[in-house]
């Protein structure tokens, strides 16, 4: 499975932007889809998963009530909303997977996802 992140830019404060993660291959259906993001200097942290099958959408404490996650299984595409934005959301987004489900306490590990996108930047600046 391929993975194709998109969508970041430059937005103001308080803005949105919508991410995407488009694959190639097998229905995301049957992954888990996770998200983290890189900071300069930063260690990639972990912002959002959902489970195989949509068992489960799950968001870090930092983003809850601000970003929405959603898949669209005809493109086979997930989809990261970030609302409210703020300047230490800025970072290299990554989309990633693994086939099936993954227990909870693992979803924000990175080592659990096989197959990583390529990053696209988003800037949260005035």
């Known amino acids: 499975v391929q993975l194709q992140a998109s969508g970041g830019g430059l937005v103001q404060p308080g803005g949105s932007l919508r991410l995407s993660c488009a694959a190639s291959?097998?229905?995301?259906?049957?992954?888990?889809i996770g998200w983290f993001r890189q900071g300069l200097g930063k260690e990639r942290e972990w912002v959002s998963s959902?489970?195989?099958?949509?068992?489960?959408?799950y968001f870090a404490d930092s983003v809850k009530g601000r970003f929405t996650l959603s898949r669209d299984n005809v493109k086979n595409t997930v989809y990261l909303q970030m609302n409210s934005l703020k300047p230490e959301d800025t970072a290299v987004y990554y989309c990633?997977?693994?086939?099936?489900?993954?227990?909870?306490?693992?979803?924000?590990?990175?080592?659990?996802?096989?197959?990583w996108g390529q990053g696209t930047l988003v800037t949260v600046s005035s």
């Open positions: 291959g097998p229905s995301l259906d049957y992954y888990t």
């Open positions: 959902v489970r195989s099958s949509g068992h489960g959408t």
């Open positions: 990633a997977l693994r086939f099936g489900s993954i227990i909870m306490s693992n979803l924000r590990k990175t080592n659990v996802y096989d197959n």
